[in-house]
C-alpha cells in the first residue's frame, strides 16, 4: 500500500519550522529571525522540480531570507505568513489541477494537522508532535531539519526510478 502510494505522488508539500529546520528560531536584537536549513534537504528538493514534480512551500512562518532559500531552489509555490493552510492547499490543487491523491505533505505539528487529513500521504518527521504522528501514513526515521525531506524525496524517486542523476552539479543545493 505504502509503496504503491509513493508511485502515485506528483506534488510535495512541505511546511517549514520543524520540517525543514529543526524548529529553532534564533532572533537577531533587530527582531529578524534565523532558521537553519539542511544542505541536503536542499539537494532533494532542487532535484525533484528538475524532475518535474511540484514543490509547495506552506508556512505560517515568514521572511526574506525563507522566500530567497526557496527561489534558489527552484521552488516557486511558496506561501509564507499562512493562516489557513486548507484553503492554500486547496486553491493549489486548483491552480496545478492535480487531485489530492497526487499530494505528499510533511508538516509537523497541529497547524498542519488539518490539511494532512486532505492529502493522499501524509507524512513527518520523527520529532513530530504525537497527532501528527497518528495520522502519517509515513513517520521518517530522521528529525525535521535533519534530512526527513531528503528522505521522504528519495523515497519517491527511487520507487518511480527518478532519482539518480547523471550530471550532479555542487552548486546544486541553493546556497
Known amino acids: 500500500m505504502f509503496l504503491q502510494k509513493l508511485k502515485e505522488i506528483t506534488t510535495f508539500i512541505f511546511d517549514v ?45 515568514d521572511g526574506i531570507a525563507m522566500g530567497k532559500r526557496f527561489f534558489n531552489l527552484g521552488v516557486t509555490d511558496v506561501f509564507l505568513g499562512t493562516g489557513d493552510k486548507v484553503a492554500i492547499f486547496k486553491r493549489y490543487l486548483q491552480d496545478k489541477n492535480i487531485t489530492a491523491e497526487e499530494v505528499l505533505y510533511m508538516g509537523d505539528d497541529i497547524p498542519d494537522l488539518k490539511v494532512m487529513k486532505l492529502v493522499g500521504l501524509p507524512t513527518c518527521p520523527a520529532d513530530a508532535v504525537e497527532e501528527i504522528k497518528a495520522i502519517s501514513t509515513f513517520v521518517s526515521p530522521y528529525n525535521g531539519g535533519k534530512t526527513a525531506v531528503r528522505d521522504i524525496i528519495e523515497k519517491v524517486m527511487k520507487v518511480q526510478g527518478r532519482w539518480h542523476d547523471e550530471n550532479p552539479n555542487a552548486a546544486d543545493s541553493g546556497i
Do not use: E
Not at 520543524?18 to 539542511?38: A, C, E, H, K, P
Open 17 to 61: 519550522d520543524g520540517v525543514l529546520t529543526d524548529g529553532s528560531v534564533q532572533v537577531t536584537d533587530n527582531g529578524q529571525s534565523l532558521r537553519t536549513f539542511n544542505i541536503k534537504d536542499g539537494y532533494a528538493m532542487q532535484l525533484a522540480v528538475k524532475r518535474g514534480y511540484n514543490i509547495c512551500i506552506i508556512s505560517g512562518g
